[in-house]
């Protein structure tokens, strides 16, 4: 989708996960547009046939063409690895914040054992393979407030393969997504999947993009 043309105050960008669609983030994209008034941009990448090195630079790009003071990501599983990793090498970005919704931050278990099937690598792609199984992130040490949102109901690939510790979202592990340096981290009983048509993960998406924090109850 294409960047809008008219300078807004904020702005958020949304990034899928692996083997999905940009159409994917359109139930997110909805809530914080109608529910929460945000200008949104569902950002579109390939992630299974470019490694991270060429997708950092094609968000890079499309970051650059949206004309907002304030620029926010929002990314679901490898969607948020994929905006920390750019942003670390980012210069000359409008200030944000940035939530990681599901994201394998420090590794993912599922994946390295789907990896070790006959032709599991090649399913993975390559920007997975680099950047959370090769090089995943050890520490977060930008100047942007991150948020994490966990999941807790272990439905999924996960619970195929018991290759993840519990508590689990059925894909990615609470473990995974609690990288040393985020800002704040709330886990959610939602599966990994269903994040994305989760009323409560949208609302605290946008409560930590407007305060820095997650909304405690």
Aim: net charge neutral.
């Amino acid at each position: 989708m294409a960047a809008a043309a008219q300078t807004s105050d904020e702005a958020i960008v949304l990034l899928h996960g692996l083997w999905m669609h940009g159409l994917t983030m359109e139930p997110l994209a909805w809530r914080l547009r109608q529910h929460h008034g945000f200008q949104v941009h569902v950002y579109d990448y390939p992630s299974v046939g470019q490694g991270i090195a060429p997708n950092r630079r094609r968000l890079e790009e499309f970051l650059h063409q949206i004309p907002a003071r304030k620029l926010h990501l929002v990314g679901h599983s490898l969607g948020g690895v994929l905006a920390l990793q750019t942003l670390a090498r980012m210069t000359a970005a409008p200030p944000g914040r940035v939530v990681c919704i599901g994201s394998p931050l420090v590794g993912s278990d599922a994946a390295a054992e789907l990896a070790s099937w006959t032709g599991g690598k090649a399913m993975l792609g390559k920007t997975l393979r680099e950047s959370v199984l090769e090089s995943p992130l050890s520490v977060y040490e930008g100047d942007r407030e991150v948020g994490v949102i966990a999941g807790n109901l272990g439905l999924g690939i996960g619970a195929v393969t018991q290759a993840l510790d519990a508590p689990h979202d059925g894909t990615v592990s609470v473990r995974e997504t609690q990288l040393p340096g985020i800002t704040d981290h709330v886990v959610l009983p939602v599966t990994h999947t269903a994040m994305l048509l989760s009323r409560k993960v949208a609302d605290q998406a946008a409560y930590f993009i407007r305060h820095g924090k997650f909304r405690r109850t």
